[in-house]
Structures are given as structure tokens and as C-alpha cells.
């Protein structure tokens, strides 16, 4: 009896540490899908940090639809792809998903809906988003082209 309880255990805790899901729920963030079009738009230029404020330290920028495998693949870790524009642990929506991670952790994921203004690449919380030609471009805050 003992024998099983400890394989048991020992199965439970190897279920729960297999598999590294962030429990962050996939969210459309209608402030800054807006932000990037008006952006787009206007012309000039903003740090993602000031229309993506919070707790993060760099930005993987994926681009949809895409199967949960890809997104995994492109994130080299395991993530569970659930919430908003999603189905089936798969993204399904034809516009950019940014993952927001604070050093190795996923702490959000946002669907901008159809708009696919935002180039793919993984950046940190510095980048730049600059209008050129209706279009954005992701830099360096001196202008250079953020490193992908």
C-alpha cells in the first residue's frame, strides 16, 4: 500500500511539472488595438510600454491564425492557448498575439483582433512602435531597427 501511495504521488507532482502552462487566458485588448491603428494613422511614434503599461520585460509578437504547436514552437516552451479569439488550443484570429513576459514567465497574452500592424520578432520592454508609410515598425528607442 505504501508503494502506491508514493508512485501516486510521485505520478501527481510529474503531471504538474510536465507541462508549463502560464494559466494566462488569451484577452483582446480593444485600448491598444486602437492605439496601434490611430498610430498607424497619425504617424509619429510611442513606446509599446506607454500603450501596453504593466509588469513585463519583453514582448513576443506571433502573428495569426496559428495552431497551439506553432505558438508553442515560436515560444520555445509549452503554453496553453485558451481565452478570447482562440478555439481548439488554437489562435484563430488573422491579426497579431503579443505574449508579454516578465523575464521567463508569461504574464499576458493579447489578440489584437485583426490588425497585423506589429512585426514578428521577440523585443524587450523598450521597443518602439514607429509610424511609417500607414505601417508600424518595431525600433530601438534611438531609432534602429529592434533586434528580432
Known amino acids: 500500500m505504501r508503494v502506491i501511495v508514493t508512485l501516486l504521488a510521485l505520478l ?10 502560464s ?9 491598444l488595438e486602437k492605439a496601434i491603428v490611430d498610430l498607424a494613422r497619425s504617424g509619429g511614434s510611442r513606446p509599446l510600454k506607454d500603450l501596453a503599461p504593466g509588469d513585463w520585460t519583453s514582448v513576443h509578437v506571433l502573428f495569426g491564425p496559428a495552431t497551439g ?9 509549452p503554453v496553453e492557448i485558451k481565452g478570447d479569439g482562440t478555439y481548439g488550443g488554437d489562435y484563430v484570429q488573422d491579426g497579431n498575439l503579443l505574449v508579454f513576459h516578465k523575464d521567463n514567465e508569461i ?8 490588425v497585423a500592424a506589429l512585426a514578428v520578432g521577440r523585443y524587450g520592454a523598450d521597443v518602439v512602435l514607429r509610424a511609417q ?3 508600424i515598425r518595431m525600433t530601438n528607442p534611438d531609432g534602429s ?3 528580432r
Open 107 to 114: 504574464t499576458r497574452m493579447v489578440s489584437l483582433g485583426g
Open 23 to 31: 494559466g494566462v487566458k488569451v484577452e483582446f485588448d480593444v485600448g
Open 12 to 21: 501527481a507532482l510529474l503531471v504538474g511539472c510536465g507541462v508549463n502552462t
Open 69 to 77: 504547436g506553432q505558438i508553442e514552437s515560436e515560444l520555445g516552451r
Open 133 to 135: 508609410d500607414r505601417a
Open 145 to 147: 531597427p529592434a533586434r
